[in-house]
C-alpha cells in the first residue's frame, strides 16, 4: 500500500452556490453530512399576505391555486447573512376541493433584494430551484428511513382523499448548499404541474389532478418549511469565517 496521505482528506467537500455560475464558497471542508453544527429553523407560511415568517403565524387563512395552470409563491426575506446547506423540508396542510387526490411540485428559489428571480446556472441554463415533489394518496412516511430533517415516502398504500379533507404532508426537498446575503429573498412555489420553465430537462408527469387545490395556513395549519441554516464557524463581531 503506497502512502500519500489520502486518509487525511476531508469526508465531504460542498460548493455553497450563490446565482449563475457564481460559487459563494468552493471546495470546502467539513467532517460530515448533514453538517454536525446545522440548525433547523422554520418559516412558517401565511396564506393571508403569501409571505413566511419565523414565528407561527396565529390566524387561519388559505389560499387556492387551479390544479393544472396555477401556482402559488410564499416569500421571506432575510435579515443576515444566511447559509443553508443541507436538507429541507416542506410541511403543508393541503387539500383537493373536488377531488380524491393531488399532485404537488415544489421549487425553492432565491429572489434578489427587489425580488426579481437569481437562478444558479447548470449546463448553461438557469436552474428553475431545488425542488421536491409529492402524490397526497402516498403521503405516509417511512418510520425507519424518515428524520425531523428529511421525510420519506413508505409508497405501501395509497390514502385517498374525500373532496374538501385536510390532510397535513410532509414533502422532502432535495439536498442543497446555497448563500442567502442579507436583505435577499427566499421563495416556496407551489403547483400541480412540474414547473421548468427556461430548463432544458425534457421530463413530464402523469398528475391525477382535478379542480382546485387549497393550501391552508397559521392557527392548528402550521405549514411550514424547514431549513438547514449553517451557523459560522468562527465569528467575533463582524468578522465572519465560514
Not at 102 to 114: C, E, G, Y
Not at 146 to 175: M, R
Request: aromatic share 12%; glycine share 6%; with cysteine.
Amino acid at each position: 500500500m503506497e502512502r500519500n496521505g489520502w486518509e487525511l482528506t476531508p469526508r465531504v467537500r460542498i460548493e455553497v452556490q450563490d446565482v449563475y455560475e457564481f460559487n459563494y464558497m468552493t471546495n470546502r471542508a467539513e467532517d460530515s453530512f448533514p453538517l454536525k453544527r446545522t440548525k433547523y429553523e422554520k418559516l412558517y407560511l401565511n396564506a393571508a399576505n403569501m409571505t413566511m415568517q419565523n414565528t407561527p403565524v396565529e390566524n387561519e387563512a388559505s389560499v387556492s391555486y387551479d390544479s393544472k395552470t396555477g401556482e402559488v409563491t410564499f416569500d421571506y426575506r432575510f435579515e443576515e447573512d444566511t447559509e443553508i446547506t443541507g436538507y429541507m423540508k416542506l410541511r403543508l396542510y393541503v387539500a383537493a376541493e373536488s377531488y380524491n387526490d393531488m399532485d404537488l411540485f415544489i421549487n425553492v428559489q432565491k429572489l434578489s433584494t427587489t425580488k426579481e428571480f437569481l437562478p444558479i446556472t447548470l449546463f448553461g441554463e438557469p436552474h428553475p430551484g431545488v425542488w421536491g415533489k409529492m402524490r397526497v394518496s402516498r403521503r405516509k412516511l417511512d418510520e425507519k428511513l424518515s428524520t425531523d430533517y428529511n421525510p420519506v415516502q413508505a409508497h405501501t398504500c395509497d390514502e385517498k382523499l374525500e373532496p374538501g379533507q385536510i390532510v397535513p404532508v410532509d414533502i422532502e426537498i432535495v439536498p442543497t448548499s446555497r448563500f442567502w446575503h442579507k436583505g435577499q429573498y427566499i421563495r416556496v412555489q407551489i403547483s400541480g404541474r412540474y414547473i421548468r420553465e427556461d430548463w432544458f430537462e425534457p421530463l413530464i408527469w402523469d398528475t391525477d389532478n382535478h379542480g382546485n387545490h387549497l393550501i391552508y395556513t397559521g392557527g392548528q395549519y402550521e405549514s411550514f418549511l424547514q431549513i438547514p441554516v449553517i451557523p459560522p464557524k468562527f465569528q467575533d463581531g463582524d468578522i465572519i469565517i465560514r
